[in-house]
């Protein structure tokens, strides 16, 4: 695997668009050419080489190119969008809608990202060190498709409106959640390490999400159902289960209604 | 002013009965004129292309307020699927299903296309509708409001008023600068205002007393006593369910005794439109099958009847219809996002997004379906191209029609995708039809005959001195045709070139000019009717939420406006 190395040694005045950071992109060409991509900043388009100095050339296909992005990416948004596959890794912290609709391949954030990010996710795997803001692995506007696979891992908290209408895929995060998670689940997974703050689980039709801590304002659209002995994300533990949302349509699987299923560790 | 010959391309004229003969097509100051006589004309070589008039869609829905909820409430269309701006074209493009006017205008034009007819428009929202129309660039549009719901129209009908219900109508084409006579769901769209529906023809629609039959009927009589260009334009009831093709034939049976009186070529008193849509047999959608052999048995043998396809080309796309109830319908199916509206006293509509996916078995077959009724139809000057844009695809798919129509190979290539292959040749006829339409029956579907069923074939949809030069030129050689079906609609897709209104407006599939489109719109004199006036009065008084003298059309709403008059006073 080759590794290309982006330092940003001219930050942005304004926030920049950096969806051809990716090593789709980056694949077969040489670093003086990676350097000519083409990034936005506001109205303005310009070489990626005017805000980063690039090292080292891309690998012969996506899945042997390695990007590192050095320095201050707080205002570059949309880093490894729509990537199929190789390996990014940023070594602070980084802005909106890293790793949106995300095919394959692997982002690690190292410090916190913004909102927007997994978005759309098919596919790959999302690790982000520090926090996440809202939206995480949530789907774009006006989409009913949501996150369908792929992996996001976040160490520390995140926003609101985690994993909106994931049908597929695994979200994890390590601190707590701030109110909204799931709303109009149809599969998927999210677990929640720390306390989620509410309306956990809107109109779910499926899907699963666990909670280790506690559920500040539970909806009463939930019912307990029994108690259950499982391992979560190699955690083992006993958790009351919640079937829901009983307000939602419940469409019929092999003769039996299908329903959400929440999770909170007793 | 200017002079333009198009040399010797293959020229496919079904208004002329031209055959693909190898011809010049001389244009000057915007009209088609004899090639002899221009003087020193600017020429463009179609040597080994095919020459048509402009296309012209019978059935589409490109502007106004549904329209519009599809493009807001539908990011999701525009994501990832936004060309950047064109570097030829001047304003930016967006959109696939719900294409923004620009687009749409574009698109059209690409696909040689001059003249689309708006299906659908809310009299109360016309001032929105024309600004669309407005802000659509080349193609020339005209819009249809809808009658099959309103109150006066079903007041009149229900009293048997036809003279009365002729002079409310001229009053609102006049209102809203309309085409002519749309026809949604009859009695069914009101209906759902009370959460109910007109599933059959005879089915009463709540407190008007009042059959759907009985609308469909006086509204046959009130455009044949006004004379106007175009005939009723039927969406009829039960659409989209299996075996409504029973209430689609008792809803075609009703023009038989009918004949058409007008002035402008005219042949049909009823346009069916999406017939697709209302070609199901079976009783679920477990059983559901085609039907369109016994439909077009039936549209073969009747003369006064004309249908467009309604094709489902297998997208993702956006349904939007004035048949409220059938939207709710749809949405309780596949449980995505709905808006519903009603328009107070006139009409309601709905939409909904929908996936046509080959791996699903309902959808193969109404493919099928779609392409059986233009292969069983006896008369292609009577049965016309349309997906029913957006709902059962959008229309920059057209070509793609084209390519399943005159190509068995394009149609198979299909098939094999289909997840349920066998059920969908079990439930269809498709796989026994061999018939390959050729170019001059393409050009009966897509121009000649759509422009003589709206009855403006004096104008568009043929290549004759004196009409409006509106000329499309596609890279296709009949007498060496791609023997890859692709190929064909790649040259359908992006036309050689477009000549409209006398000006060179497409060239190598990109558009270069965009000269001035036009409103088309019928205004019809009617005798002074002091009865009419009076209803409208009270009504407006009465239940309406505006003021009669803020309902009409103003002026700055109407751009370009071609009139068509018809005057019954004589």
């Known amino acids: 695997m080759k590794t290309v190395t ?187 390490k720390g306390n989620a703050k509410g309306r956990v689980g809107g109109q779910m039709v499926k899907g699963d999400i666990y909670v280790f801590g506690t559920i500040e304002n539970p909806l009463p659209g939930f019912q307990m159902v029994g108690e259950v002995e499982q391992e979560v994300d190699g955690e083992k533990g006993r958790f009351a289960h919640y079937i829901g949302d009983l307000g939602e349509r419940h469409p019929v699987s092999k003769g039996k209604p299908v329903y959400a299923n929440l999770y909170t560790r007793t | 002013m200017s002079e333009l010959l198009i040399k010797n391309g293959f020229v496919f004229d079904p208004l002329q009965g031209i055959k693909g003969d190898r011809m010049d097509i001389g244009v000057k100051d915007g009209k088609i004129v004899e090639p002899g006589t221009l003087s020193s004309p600017k020429t463009i070589d179609a040597a080994g292309m095919t020459v048509m008039a402009g296309g012209v869609d019978v059935h589409s829905h490109v502007v106004g307020p549904k329209v519009n909820v599809g493009r807001l409430f539908r990011p999701e269309d525009k994501l990832f699927k936004s060309p950047h701006k064109s570097p030829t074209c001047s304003r930016m493009e967006m959109g696939f299903s719900v294409p923004s006017t620009f687009k749409t205008g574009y698109d059209y034009a690409r696909m040689g296309y001059v003249f689309v007819n708006e299906a659908a428009m809310p009299p109360l929202h016309s001032p929105h509708v024309h600004e669309e129309i407005r802000d659509t660039p080349i193609i020339d549009n005209a819009a249809m409001p809808v009658f099959g719901n309103n109150w006066f129209t079903l007041e009149y009908l229900k009293n048997n008023e036809i003279e009365n219900n002729a002079a409310y109508t001229a009053w609102l084409l006049r209102a809203t600068r309309g085409f002519g006579i749309k026809v949604v769901n009859p009695g069914g769209s009101e209906a759902w205002g009370w959460g109910l529906n007109c599933v059959n023809i005879h089915d009463p629609v709540p407190y008007f007393d009042i059959t759907p039959a009985e609308i469909v009927k006086g509204l046959i009589e009130t455009n044949e006593y006004l004379g106007l260009p175009h005939s009723v334009h039927l969406h009829c009831n039960n659409l989209g369910n299996p075996g409504n093709y029973v209430d689609t034939l008792e809803s075609l049976k009703l023009a038989e005794g009918y004949t058409p009186k007008n002035e402008f070529g005219r042949e049909q008193v009823l346009h069916l439109t999406h017939l697709q849509f209302h070609s199901y047999g079976g009783d679920s959608w477990g059983n559901f099958e085609s039907r369109a052999k016994d439909v077009m048995d039936y549209v073969n043998a009747h003369d006064n009847l004309t249908i467009d396809m309604g094709q489902v080309t297998l997208d993702e796309t956006t349904t939007m219809t004035a048949d409220g109830p059938f939207e709710h319908h749809l949405c309780s199916l596949n449980h995505l996002k709905w808006a519903n509206t009603d328009v107070e006293l006139e009409t309601a509509a709905g939409v909904v997004p929908y996936i046509y996916s080959p791996n699903v078995k309902v959808c193969t077959i109404q493919w099928a379906v779609g392409l059986e009724l233009a292969l069983f139809s006896k008369d292609l000057m009577r049965t016309f191209i349309t997906t029913d844009h957006p709902n059962a695809g959008p229309f920059t798919r057209y070509p793609r029609v084209i390519a399943w129509l005159m190509s068995r190979a394009a149609r198979d290539e299909t098939m094999k995708t289909f997840k349920w292959l066998e059920r969908t040749i079990d439930a269809t006829s498709i796989d026994g039809i061999d018939r390959e339409l050729t170019l001059y029956e393409i050009a009966q579907m897509t121009r000649a005959g759509p422009a003589k069923a709206l009855g403006v074939s004096n104008t568009y949809g043929g290549l004759a001195p004196g009409m409006d030069a509106d000329i499309a030129v596609y890279a296709l050689n009949p007498e060496d045709m791609p023997s890859n079906p692709a190929e064909i609609e790649k040259a359908f897709s992006r036309c050689a070139w477009l000549v409209k209104d006398g000006i060179v407006t497409v060239q190598d599939g990109e558009v270069i000019a965009e000269p001035a489109k036009r409103t088309v719109w019928v205004d019809v004199k009617v005798p002074e009717n002091a009865q009419v006036q009076r209803d409208i009065y009270e009504h407006f008084l009465r239940h309406y939420s505006v003021k009669l003298d803020n309902y009409s059309l103003f002026e700055e709403h109407l751009h370009n406006p071609r009139v068509i008059e018809v005057d019954t006073t004589e």
Not at chain 1, 10 to 39: H, R, S, Y
Not at chain 1, 44 to 61: C, H, I, N, R
Request: hydrophobic content about 35%; glycine content about 18%; proline content about 3%.
């Open chain 1, 6 to 192: 982006l330092t940003l040694t001219n930050p942005p005045e304004l926030m920049l668009e950096g969806q051809n950071i990716t090593p789709d992109n980056f694949a077969g060409k040489k670093a003086a050419e990676i350097a000519t991509l083409d990034v936005w900043e506001g109205k303005q388009k310009s070489p990626l080489g005017k805000y980063f100095t690039v090292e080292g050339d891309g690998g012969a296909t996506a899945e042997e190119t390695k990007i590192v992005l050095r320095g201050d990416c707080t205002r570059v948004k949309r880093i490894g969008q729509q990537m199929t596959a190789g390996e990014i890794v940023i070594e602070g912290n980084a802005d909106m809608y890293i790793g949106g609709w995300m095919k394959g391949g692997k982002i690690r954030v190292k410090g916190n990202v913004d909102s927007f990010c997994g978005i759309g996710m098919e596919g790959g795997e999302l690790v982000v060190d520090g926090d996440a803001a809202h939206h995480l692995g949530s789907s774009p506007r006006g989409e009913w498709r949501g996150m369908q696979g792929g992996v996001i891992r976040v160490a520390g908290n995140a926003g609101n409106d985690t994993a909106t209408f994931i049908n597929g895929g695994t979200i994890i995060i390590g601190g707590d959640a701030d109110i909204h998670i799931s709303t109009h689940g149809e599969g998927g997974t999210v677990i929640v």
